[in-house]
């Protein structure tokens, strides 16, 4: 089967198939989206789903923050 058969008129979701959702912040580290967002994703109007495309990419900068990592422990010894 082809996909074309499946394309719709709408906004493609945002998964990159990467689906973890980051511990501290509550996204998904792959799409950016929150749990419940993820869930709603179907039941949304082209309208919220274009809303909430937009505002993703302003979430990246909360995934970005390290916490030290192999650097900060190697500065320990």
Do not use: F, N, Y
């Not at 906004?11 to 967002?37: F, Q, W, Y």
């Not at 994703?41 to 993703?56: D, G, P, Q, V």
């Amino acid at each position: 089967m082809s996909e074309e058969i499946w394309k719709r008129e709408e906004p493609d979701s945002p998964c990159i198939r990467v689906c973890l959702l980051h511990p501290e912040e509550k996204i998904c580290i792959g799409c950016l989206r929150t749990g419940a967002e993820i869930a709603a994703w179907s039941e949304l109007s082209r309208e919220e789903r274009r809303a909430l495309l937009e505002a993703l990419p302003e979430r990246a900068s909360r995934l970005r923050r390290r916490r030290g990592g192999r650097r900060k422990s190697a500065q320990r010894l």
